[in-house]
């Protein structure tokens, strides 16, 4: 007869054990699923950054979203543009030929000889460049689209 509860008392373990493990196992599915959810969600707006930092960032103007440089279209409005953007197609479209952003930079009345002066200027002729109102040549210099 002892043998048989010592074999009860073990199953009762066993059962105990069993529980436990069963009780592990649902809440490491559980948090599995969770995970799954989360790198779905992660993926997802790493996807939304990278297409939102491919595409030109839009600026609120009167609760409506509208790019600060737009795209030229087929009936270009030069108004929709700052005025310093403005500025530079002036002088970059009064120019005789193609021209270097120093040339511009110079037109504007910024010191050319101080080194990075003219980085921002460049940004803005490239933004304009990419955004159809200038051409940028393999060269780096800079001609209006007619």
């Known amino acids: 007869m002892r043998e048989l509860e ?19 196992l649902h809440e490491a599915q559980v948090e599995r699923e969770e995970l799954q959810v989360a790198e779905r969600v992660l993926n997802r707006l790493a996807e939304q950054d990278r297409a939102a930092a491919a595409s030109p960032s839009p600026v609120r103007v009167a609760g409506q979203a509208v790019l600060l440089i737009p795209h030229r279209g087929e009936n270009p409005d030069e108004a929709a543009l700052p005025e310093d953007y403005r500025k530079i197609l002036d002088i970059v479209r009064n120019a005789d030929g193609p021209v270097q952003v120093r ?9 050319a000889s101080v080194r990075g002066k003219l980085e921002p200027l460049r940004a803005k002729m490239t933004k304009l460049a990419d955004r159809g109102w200038l051409h940028k040549r393999p060269d780096g ?3 209006a689209r007619r």
């Not at 010592?6 to 592990?24: A, N, S």
């Not at 040339?103 to 010191?111: P, T």
């Open 6 to 24: 010592r074999i009860t008392d073990r199953r009762g373990e066993l059962d105990v054990f069993v529980e436990e493990l069963t009780r592990q």
């Open 103 to 111: 040339a511009v930079g110079e037109r504007l009345g910024l010191d």
């Open 141 to 143: 210099r800079f001609t």
